[in-house]
């Protein structure tokens, strides 16, 4: 027999707070170490689409979008295609969005890097629905630098590496791929 996680656990208790405080105690923890590390190196290690990232990691972390894989695949799609319209529109030197206001590139930027970053993940078999938030991050000109760009990318593996890691210490393992039992 084996023994059942916390979240199982408080899960199959019916009782919504439960359920509640785990996912929000360890979307806090792991959102606060992130942003931590970004105030002590003045980078952007906290960023729109972690959120999404660690609630699905604690609040279905049996859904396949949850799992680790699927996380560094997504967020990591989502850099490259978002890098790829951002250079493709030349936008790379243009305020950006949030600043300058939509322009006509940078629809289309922001459009086609959404649209890449499903049909990727999609043919792959690796939903993460966060990604799309960090494709736009990127296309609409919000994050650009490389400097940003690397710091993105190690708060997206430290995320989902301390995610995942205190998921498995409270005995939550992620989803199973399809074919394994």
Same mark, same amino acid.
């Given at each position: 027999?084996?023994?059942?996680?916390?979240? &199982?656990? /408080?899960?199959?208790? @019916?009782?919504r707070?439960? !359920?509640?405080?785990? =996912?929000?105690? %360890?979307?806090l923890?792991? #959102?606060?170490?992130?942003?931590?590390?970004?105030?002590?190196?003045?980078?952007?290690?906290?960023?729109?689409?972690?959120?999404?990232?660690?609630?699905?990691?604690?609040?279905?972390?049996?859904?396949?979008?949850?799992?680790?894989?699927?996380?560094?695949?997504?967020?990591?799609?989502?850099?490259?295609?978002?890098? &790829?319209? /951002?250079?493709?529109? @030349?936008?790379?030197?243009? !305020?950006?969005?949030? =600043?300058?206001? %939509?322009?006509?590139?940078? #629809?289309?930027?922001?459009?086609?890097?959404?649209?890449l970053?499903?049909?990727?993940?999609?043919?792959?078999?690796?939903?993460?629905?966060?990604?799309?938030?960090?494709?736009?991050?990127?296309?609409?000109?919000?994050?650009?630098?490389?400097?940003?760009?690397?710091?993105?990318?190690?708060?997206?593996?430290?995320?989902?590496? /301390?995610?995942w890691?205190?998921?498995?210490?409270?005995?939550?393992?992620? =989803?199973?791929?399809?074919?394994?039992?």
């Open positions: 027999m084996s023994k059942q996680s916390i979240h &199982a656990r /408080l899960t199959e208790s @019916g009782s707070p439960g !359920p509640a405080l785990y =996912a929000a105690t %360890l979307s923890i792991v #959102l606060s170490a992130s942003g931590g590390i970004g105030l002590a190196l003045h980078s952007p290690w906290l960023f729109p689409s972690l959120g999404p990232t660690v609630m699905l990691f604690f609040e279905s972390p049996q859904e396949e979008s949850s799992r680790p894989s699927n996380a560094l695949i997504g967020h990591g799609v989502g850099l490259l295609a978002g890098i &790829a319209c /951002l250079y493709g529109f @030349g936008l790379q030197d243009d !305020p950006s969005v949030p =600043a300058g206001g %939509l322009t006509t590139p940078h #629809l289309l930027a922001g459009a086609l890097s959404v649209a970053t499903t049909l990727v993940l999609t043919w792959a078999r690796k939903p993460h629905p966060p990604a799309g938030a960090t494709t736009l991050i990127v296309s609409l000109g919000i994050l650009t630098n490389p400097a940003q760009l690397l710091s993105m990318a190690a708060a997206i593996i430290f995320t989902t590496t /301390l995610g890691g205190l998921n498995a210490l409270l005995g939550t393992k992620p =989803a199973a791929t399809k074919g394994q039992s």
